[in-house]
Protein backbone atom coordinates (compact mmCIF):
# COMPACT_ATOMS: atom_id res chain seq x y z
CA UNK A 1 0.00 0.00 0.00
CA UNK A 2 1.38 3.81 -0.53
CA UNK A 3 2.58 5.86 2.25
CA UNK A 4 -0.43 8.32 1.25
CA UNK A 5 -3.06 5.68 1.49
CA UNK A 6 -1.50 4.01 4.83
CA UNK A 7 -1.88 7.35 6.67
CA UNK A 8 -5.31 7.80 5.28
CA UNK A 9 -6.39 4.68 6.76
CA UNK A 10 -5.07 4.98 9.39
CA UNK A 11 -6.45 7.96 10.33
CA UNK A 12 -10.32 7.01 9.34
CA UNK A 13 -9.43 3.96 11.88
CA UNK A 14 -8.81 7.03 14.43
CA UNK A 15 -11.70 8.86 14.17
CA UNK A 16 -13.62 5.75 14.53
CA UNK A 17 -12.34 5.42 17.89
CA UNK A 18 -13.37 8.55 18.95
CA UNK A 19 -16.93 8.81 17.86
CA UNK A 20 -17.65 5.36 19.70
CA UNK A 21 -16.34 7.16 22.91
CA UNK A 22 -17.97 10.50 22.30
CA UNK A 23 -21.52 8.42 21.48
CA UNK A 24 -24.29 10.82 22.97
CA UNK A 25 -26.43 9.37 25.84
CA UNK A 26 -24.52 7.05 27.17
CA UNK A 27 -25.57 4.21 25.77
CA UNK A 28 -24.97 0.55 27.15
CA UNK A 29 -22.02 -0.61 26.72
CA UNK A 30 -20.14 2.54 25.69
CA UNK A 31 -18.35 5.40 28.26
CA UNK A 32 -18.27 8.83 27.54
CA UNK A 33 -14.81 10.04 28.54
CA UNK A 34 -13.05 13.27 27.09
CA UNK A 35 -12.05 13.83 24.12
CA UNK A 36 -8.53 11.91 23.28
CA UNK A 37 -6.35 14.33 21.12
CA UNK A 38 -6.70 15.01 17.48
CA UNK A 39 -6.13 12.55 15.26
CA UNK A 40 -3.00 12.88 13.02
CA UNK A 41 -1.23 14.87 16.27
CA UNK A 42 1.30 13.79 19.07
CA UNK A 43 0.46 13.72 22.82
CA UNK A 44 1.64 16.36 25.22
CA UNK A 45 2.96 13.47 27.24
CA UNK A 46 4.91 11.95 23.75
CA UNK A 47 6.46 15.17 23.57
CA UNK A 48 7.83 15.42 26.37
CA UNK A 49 8.96 12.02 26.19
CA UNK A 50 10.90 12.99 22.67
CA UNK A 51 12.28 16.38 23.96
CA UNK A 52 13.54 14.62 27.10
CA UNK A 53 15.22 12.10 24.98
CA UNK A 54 16.90 14.66 22.54
CA UNK A 55 18.16 16.98 25.56
CA UNK A 56 20.10 13.93 26.95
CA UNK A 57 21.79 12.31 23.89
CA UNK A 58 22.68 16.29 23.26
CA UNK A 59 24.03 16.67 27.15
CA UNK A 60 26.32 13.49 26.41
CA UNK A 61 27.44 14.12 23.05
CA UNK A 62 28.60 17.70 24.64
CA UNK A 63 29.64 15.64 27.61
CA UNK A 64 31.99 13.44 25.55
CA UNK A 65 33.00 16.40 23.20
CA UNK A 66 34.29 18.37 26.36
CA UNK A 67 36.26 15.29 27.79
CA UNK A 68 37.65 14.63 24.37
CA UNK A 69 39.23 18.75 24.52
CA UNK A 70 40.45 18.62 27.92
CA UNK A 71 42.23 15.12 26.74
CA UNK A 72 44.21 17.52 24.49
CA UNK A 73 44.40 20.25 27.11
CA UNK A 74 46.49 18.22 29.45
CA UNK A 75 48.64 15.99 27.31
CA UNK A 76 51.25 18.36 26.48
CA UNK A 77 51.48 18.83 22.52
CA UNK A 78 55.19 18.16 22.29
CA UNK A 79 54.77 14.19 23.97
CA UNK A 80 54.78 12.05 21.12
CA UNK A 81 54.17 8.10 21.56
CA UNK A 82 56.24 5.82 24.07
CA UNK A 83 57.38 9.22 26.00
CA UNK A 84 56.71 9.98 29.59
CA UNK A 85 56.58 13.31 31.66
CA UNK A 86 56.80 12.73 35.11
CA UNK A 87 57.04 14.89 38.20
CA UNK A 88 59.08 13.95 41.15
CA UNK A 89 57.87 15.87 44.37
CA UNK A 90 59.80 15.17 47.70
CA UNK A 91 57.93 14.89 50.48
CA UNK A 92 60.06 16.70 53.26
CA UNK A 93 57.36 15.49 56.09
CA UNK A 94 57.46 11.69 55.23
CA UNK A 95 60.56 10.86 53.96
CA UNK A 96 59.34 10.02 50.77
CA UNK A 97 59.35 11.26 46.76
CA UNK A 98 55.87 11.18 44.72
CA UNK A 99 55.91 10.25 41.31
CA UNK A 100 53.06 12.09 39.02
CA UNK A 101 51.91 11.28 35.91
CA UNK A 102 51.56 15.17 34.13
CA UNK A 103 49.45 13.11 31.35
CA UNK A 104 46.77 11.53 33.30
CA UNK A 105 47.74 13.79 36.15
CA UNK A 106 48.12 11.28 39.05
CA UNK A 107 50.63 10.17 41.29
CA UNK A 108 51.37 6.61 40.35
CA UNK A 109 54.10 5.88 42.82
CA UNK A 110 55.46 6.55 46.42
CA UNK A 111 59.10 5.97 46.60
CA UNK A 112 61.00 6.06 50.38
CA UNK A 113 63.80 7.50 50.28
CA UNK A 114 64.78 8.88 53.71
CA UNK A 115 64.30 11.66 56.56
CA UNK A 116 64.40 15.11 55.24
CA UNK A 117 65.22 14.77 51.61
CA UNK A 118 65.52 17.65 49.61
CA UNK A 119 67.82 19.27 46.66
CA UNK A 120 66.38 17.41 43.84
CA UNK A 121 67.87 17.76 41.10
CA UNK A 122 67.70 15.51 37.31
CA UNK A 123 69.38 13.95 35.11
CA UNK A 124 67.99 13.22 31.73
CA UNK A 125 70.65 11.42 30.03
CA UNK A 126 70.64 8.61 32.32
CA UNK A 127 67.20 8.98 32.97
CA UNK A 128 67.70 9.31 36.87
CA UNK A 129 66.44 11.80 40.05
CA UNK A 130 69.21 12.66 42.16
CA UNK A 131 68.34 14.14 45.82
CA UNK A 132 69.94 14.10 49.53
CA UNK A 133 68.42 13.03 52.48
CA UNK A 134 69.49 15.60 54.82
CA UNK A 135 69.19 13.62 58.23
CA UNK A 136 70.41 10.51 57.37
CA UNK A 137 73.50 11.57 55.30
CA UNK A 138 73.63 9.89 51.85
CA UNK A 139 72.33 11.29 48.32
CA UNK A 140 70.18 8.75 46.29
CA UNK A 141 69.24 8.14 42.57
CA UNK A 142 66.50 7.35 41.86
CA UNK A 143 65.70 5.47 38.64
CA UNK A 144 62.77 7.10 36.06
CA UNK A 145 62.55 4.02 34.43
CA UNK A 146 61.32 1.83 36.99
CA UNK A 147 60.58 4.08 39.97
CA UNK A 148 63.27 2.75 42.82
CA UNK A 149 66.27 3.74 44.21
CA UNK A 150 69.20 2.21 42.47
CA UNK A 151 71.94 3.68 44.92
CA UNK A 152 72.46 4.75 47.94
CA UNK A 153 76.02 7.37 48.36
CA UNK A 154 76.77 8.08 51.98
CA UNK A 155 78.56 11.66 51.95
CA UNK A 156 78.13 12.68 55.38
CA UNK A 157 76.06 14.85 57.79
CA UNK A 158 73.81 17.02 56.15
CA UNK A 159 74.10 16.90 52.82
CA UNK A 160 72.52 20.13 50.60
CA UNK A 161 71.42 20.29 46.96
CA UNK A 162 72.80 18.04 44.20
CA UNK A 163 74.70 19.75 41.58
CA UNK A 164 75.59 18.45 38.00
CA UNK A 165 78.50 19.58 35.73
CA UNK A 166 77.05 20.64 32.52
CA UNK A 167 77.92 17.45 30.93
CA UNK A 168 76.73 16.02 33.20
CA UNK A 169 79.40 13.20 34.21
CA UNK A 170 79.84 14.66 37.87
CA UNK A 171 77.82 15.59 40.84
CA UNK A 172 78.43 17.74 43.66
CA UNK A 173 77.52 18.09 47.39
CA UNK A 174 77.92 20.44 49.83
CA UNK A 175 78.26 18.48 53.32
CA UNK A 176 76.72 21.67 56.09
CA UNK A 177 77.94 18.75 59.10
CA UNK A 178 81.56 17.67 57.66
CA UNK A 179 82.50 21.48 56.07
CA UNK A 180 82.82 19.38 52.61
CA UNK A 181 82.40 19.17 49.11
CA UNK A 182 82.25 16.08 47.20
CA UNK A 183 82.51 15.18 43.83
CA UNK A 184 80.78 11.97 42.50
CA UNK A 185 80.82 10.11 39.30
CA UNK A 186 77.55 9.96 37.80
CA UNK A 187 78.19 6.66 36.00
CA UNK A 188 79.64 4.50 38.82
CA UNK A 189 78.10 6.42 41.23
CA UNK A 190 81.47 6.55 43.66
CA UNK A 191 82.78 9.56 45.02
CA UNK A 192 85.99 10.48 43.42
CA UNK A 193 86.87 14.10 45.05
CA UNK A 194 86.43 15.50 48.28
CA UNK A 195 87.96 18.92 50.17
CA UNK A 196 87.76 21.32 52.69
CA UNK A 197 85.14 24.21 52.99
CA UNK A 198 84.38 26.96 55.20
CA UNK A 199 82.04 26.46 58.00
CA UNK A 200 78.51 25.01 57.72
CA UNK A 201 78.74 25.13 53.40
CA UNK A 202 75.46 25.79 51.48
CA UNK A 203 74.30 24.70 47.91
CA UNK A 204 77.42 24.37 45.52
CA UNK A 205 76.91 26.04 42.14
CA UNK A 206 78.90 25.21 38.83
CA UNK A 207 79.76 28.18 37.02
CA UNK A 208 78.06 27.68 33.45
CA UNK A 209 82.08 27.32 31.81
CA UNK A 210 81.84 24.03 34.01
CA UNK A 211 85.36 25.12 35.45
CA UNK A 212 84.76 26.85 38.48
CA UNK A 213 82.53 25.35 41.79
CA UNK A 214 81.38 27.78 43.83
CA UNK A 215 80.23 27.15 47.62
CA UNK A 216 78.57 29.70 49.95
CA UNK A 217 80.08 29.56 53.68
CA UNK A 218 77.54 30.18 55.86
CA UNK A 219 79.14 30.30 59.17
CA UNK A 220 82.11 31.97 57.95
CA UNK A 221 80.60 34.32 55.48
CA UNK A 222 82.45 33.08 52.35
CA UNK A 223 82.56 32.49 49.05
CA UNK A 224 84.66 29.20 48.33
CA UNK A 225 86.13 28.78 44.90
CA UNK A 226 87.51 25.27 43.79
CA UNK A 227 88.62 23.90 40.67
CA UNK A 228 85.70 21.95 38.99
CA UNK A 229 87.74 19.26 37.85
CA UNK A 230 90.03 18.48 41.15
CA UNK A 231 88.34 20.46 43.74
CA UNK A 232 91.13 22.07 44.18
CA UNK A 233 91.02 25.21 46.01
CA UNK A 234 91.15 28.49 44.23
CA UNK A 235 90.58 31.02 47.28
CA UNK A 236 87.88 32.33 49.24
CA UNK A 237 86.05 35.81 49.00
CA UNK A 238 84.28 37.95 51.55
CA UNK A 239 80.63 38.17 51.14
CA UNK A 240 77.50 39.75 53.32
CA UNK A 241 76.35 37.69 56.25
CA UNK A 242 75.00 33.94 56.17
CA UNK A 243 75.71 33.34 52.62
CA UNK A 244 72.95 31.12 51.22
CA UNK A 245 72.14 31.28 47.41
CA UNK A 246 74.54 31.81 43.89
CA UNK A 247 73.78 32.59 40.66
CA UNK A 248 75.92 32.97 37.78
CA UNK A 249 76.09 34.95 35.20
CA UNK A 250 76.07 33.35 32.09
CA UNK A 251 79.65 34.42 31.10
CA UNK A 252 80.82 33.19 34.44
CA UNK A 253 82.40 36.26 35.10
CA UNK A 254 79.89 37.57 38.18
CA UNK A 255 78.36 35.51 40.90
CA UNK A 256 75.64 37.06 42.94
CA UNK A 257 75.06 35.50 46.84
CA UNK A 258 72.53 36.48 48.82
CA UNK A 259 72.77 37.01 52.36
CA UNK A 260 70.60 35.20 55.08
CA UNK A 261 71.85 37.31 57.98
CA UNK A 262 71.97 40.99 56.28
CA UNK A 263 70.14 42.48 53.38
CA UNK A 264 72.38 42.81 51.13
CA UNK A 265 73.36 40.99 47.95
CA UNK A 266 76.63 40.45 47.13
CA UNK A 267 78.51 40.68 43.70
CA UNK A 268 81.69 38.93 43.05
CA UNK A 269 84.15 39.16 40.32
CA UNK A 270 85.04 35.01 39.58
CA UNK A 271 88.61 35.99 37.41
CA UNK A 272 90.11 38.44 39.64
CA UNK A 273 88.36 36.71 42.74
CA UNK A 274 87.49 40.05 44.37
CA UNK A 275 84.46 41.15 46.26
CA UNK A 276 82.77 44.06 43.73
CA UNK A 277 80.19 45.37 45.90
CA UNK A 278 76.94 44.97 48.45
CA UNK A 279 73.68 46.07 47.18
CA UNK A 280 71.44 46.90 49.77
CA UNK A 281 68.26 45.94 49.63
CA UNK A 282 64.64 46.29 51.94
CA UNK A 283 64.92 43.15 53.53
CA UNK A 284 66.70 39.85 54.25
CA UNK A 285 67.04 38.09 50.58
CA UNK A 286 64.51 35.35 49.73
CA UNK A 287 64.71 33.83 46.06
CA UNK A 288 67.45 34.56 43.53
CA UNK A 289 66.58 34.06 39.72
CA UNK A 290 68.47 35.39 36.76
CA UNK A 291 67.19 36.16 33.22
CA UNK A 292 68.08 33.90 30.43
CA UNK A 293 70.47 36.99 29.04
CA UNK A 294 72.37 37.69 32.30
CA UNK A 295 70.91 41.52 32.09
CA UNK A 296 68.39 41.72 35.52
CA UNK A 297 68.55 39.57 38.87
CA UNK A 298 64.95 39.46 40.90
CA UNK A 299 65.13 38.98 44.02
CA UNK A 300 61.99 38.23 46.20
CA UNK A 301 62.37 39.72 49.41
CA UNK A 302 59.69 38.54 51.84
CA UNK A 303 59.88 41.27 54.64
CA UNK A 304 58.67 44.07 52.53
CA UNK A 305 56.50 42.16 50.45
CA UNK A 306 58.08 42.79 47.03
CA UNK A 307 60.87 41.93 44.78
CA UNK A 308 63.59 44.43 43.92
CA UNK A 309 65.35 44.14 40.33
CA UNK A 310 69.00 44.08 40.02
CA UNK A 311 70.83 45.70 37.01
CA UNK A 312 73.42 42.86 36.59
CA UNK A 313 75.65 45.27 34.42
CA UNK A 314 75.69 48.31 36.41
CA UNK A 315 75.47 46.89 39.29
CA UNK A 316 72.66 48.54 40.80
CA UNK A 317 69.21 48.10 41.89
CA UNK A 318 66.95 49.39 39.04
CA UNK A 319 63.52 48.56 39.52
CA UNK A 320 61.08 47.80 43.37
CA UNK A 321 57.90 46.56 43.48
CA UNK A 322 55.30 45.24 45.80
CA UNK A 323 53.84 42.09 44.62
CA UNK A 324 52.38 40.02 47.54
CA UNK A 325 52.10 39.13 51.00
CA UNK A 326 55.22 36.94 51.43
CA UNK A 327 56.94 36.67 47.99
CA UNK A 328 58.68 33.42 48.12
CA UNK A 329 60.68 31.35 45.59
CA UNK A 330 59.81 32.49 41.78
CA UNK A 331 59.88 30.89 37.82
CA UNK A 332 60.23 31.84 34.20
CA UNK A 333 58.72 30.67 32.04
CA UNK A 334 60.59 29.69 28.96
CA UNK A 335 60.72 33.23 26.96
CA UNK A 336 61.68 34.70 29.79
CA UNK A 337 59.04 37.59 29.88
CA UNK A 338 56.86 36.30 32.74
CA UNK A 339 57.96 35.84 36.02
CA UNK A 340 56.12 33.99 38.40
CA UNK A 341 56.39 34.24 41.98
CA UNK A 342 54.87 31.95 44.68
CA UNK A 343 52.76 34.28 47.50
CA UNK A 344 53.56 31.70 49.93
CA UNK A 345 51.21 33.82 53.10
CA UNK A 346 48.47 34.23 50.24
CA UNK A 347 48.34 31.02 49.39
CA UNK A 348 48.78 32.31 44.97
CA UNK A 349 50.93 32.45 42.42
CA UNK A 350 51.70 36.05 40.77
CA UNK A 351 52.15 36.47 37.53
CA UNK A 352 54.25 39.36 36.62
CA UNK A 353 55.03 41.10 33.38
CA UNK A 354 59.08 41.54 32.73
CA UNK A 355 58.87 44.10 30.29
CA UNK A 356 56.02 46.62 32.15
CA UNK A 357 56.59 45.61 35.52
CA UNK A 358 52.63 44.28 35.79
CA UNK A 359 50.99 42.36 37.99
CA UNK A 360 49.22 40.03 36.22
CA UNK A 361 45.40 38.36 37.94
CA UNK A 362 46.33 36.21 40.96
CA UNK A 363 46.40 32.39 40.18
CA UNK A 364 44.74 30.54 43.19
CA UNK A 365 46.83 27.42 44.30
CA UNK A 366 46.87 25.56 47.76
CA UNK A 367 48.00 26.66 51.55
CA UNK A 368 51.97 27.67 50.99
CA UNK A 369 52.84 27.67 47.96
CA UNK A 370 56.47 27.27 47.70
CA UNK A 371 58.75 25.72 44.52
CA UNK A 372 57.70 26.00 41.31
CA UNK A 373 58.79 24.33 38.10
CA UNK A 374 58.08 24.21 34.20
CA UNK A 375 57.71 21.42 32.21
CA UNK A 376 60.30 20.51 29.43
CA UNK A 377 57.60 22.70 26.82
CA UNK A 378 57.08 25.44 28.94
CA UNK A 379 53.26 24.62 28.81
CA UNK A 380 53.02 23.13 32.29
CA UNK A 381 53.82 25.10 35.67
CA UNK A 382 53.83 22.62 38.36
CA UNK A 383 54.10 24.56 42.51
CA UNK A 384 54.30 22.41 45.67
CA UNK A 385 51.69 23.46 48.12
CA UNK A 386 54.10 22.84 51.58
CA UNK A 387 50.48 22.67 53.96
CA UNK A 388 48.07 21.33 51.89
CA UNK A 389 49.82 18.44 50.71
CA UNK A 390 49.44 18.81 46.73
CA UNK A 391 50.74 20.01 43.65
CA UNK A 392 48.85 22.58 42.07
CA UNK A 393 49.27 21.83 37.56
CA UNK A 394 48.76 25.55 35.77
CA UNK A 395 48.18 26.21 32.47
CA UNK A 396 50.61 28.73 31.13
CA UNK A 397 49.09 29.67 28.10
CA UNK A 398 45.64 30.84 29.86
CA UNK A 399 47.33 30.98 33.60
CA UNK A 400 44.35 29.02 34.76
CA UNK A 401 44.79 26.08 37.52
CA UNK A 402 44.14 22.51 35.82
CA UNK A 403 44.31 20.53 38.99
CA UNK A 404 45.64 19.97 42.25
CA UNK A 405 47.33 16.62 42.91
CA UNK A 406 47.63 14.81 46.21
CA UNK A 407 51.04 14.07 47.07
CA UNK A 408 53.34 13.23 50.42
CA UNK A 409 53.26 15.55 53.49
CA UNK A 410 54.92 18.70 53.11
CA UNK A 411 56.15 18.72 49.45
CA UNK A 412 58.95 20.93 49.67
CA UNK A 413 60.55 20.51 46.36
CA UNK A 414 59.86 18.86 42.68
CA UNK A 415 61.70 18.25 39.14
CA UNK A 416 60.28 17.36 36.21
CA UNK A 417 61.60 14.97 33.75
CA UNK A 418 60.94 13.76 30.43
CA UNK A 419 62.14 10.37 29.28
Known amino acids: MPAGEHFILADALCRRKSLLHLRAGGAPGFWVTAPPAPCGTISPATMARGFNFRLLFISLLLAGLAALQVAREVRPSFLGPGLRLRAYVANAGDGTVSVVDLVSLTTIATVPVGRAPSGLNALPAQEEIWGASGEEGYVWVLRASDGTISSRIHVGAGPSAVEFAPDGRRAYVAVAGANAIVAIDTATKHIVARARTGRRPGPARVTPDGRTLLV ?19 GTVGVASRPEQVVVLPDSSVAFVSAAGANQISAVDLRRRVLLTHLELGGAPGHMILKPDGGELFVTVPESHGIEIINTWTMEIADSMLVGLAPAQSTLNTSGDVLYVSDSAADRLLPIAIATRRLGTPIPVGRRPLTSRLDPS ?39 LLF
Not at 403 to 414: E, N
Request: no cysteine; aromatic share 2%; glycine share 6%.
Open 216 to 234: PNRDDSTLGLFDAATLQSL
Open 378 to 416: GEMLLVANQNSNNLAVIRVRTSSLLTMVPVGARPSDLVV
